[in-house]
């Protein structure tokens, strides 16, 4: 998530997981690239937007971590993670209110 593609969906303020970390005394950080970042660095694929997650996450440096990324995401960045040496754990592939 990012600020801006909160924006786009019209929430304003923070996140629910970025209120939810707080609300516990966790750190939090928002990993997906903006639009102008995402220009200036050229990304135009998914996979490139991933590899701009895990380095995010390098940089975060808390581990363990929650990482919530959407469905179509789960196995490409969950190969990028063990290639970037990171073990992931996959707690729900498409998970949805009951």
Known sequence: MSLAALRKHFV????????VAAEIGLPHRYCDPDPETQKSLNITSPRQREAYWVRELMGFNRFPVLFIAGADHIDSFNALLTESGLQALVIARDWAPA
């Open 12 to 19: 304003h303020g923070p996140s629910f997981t970025c209120r």
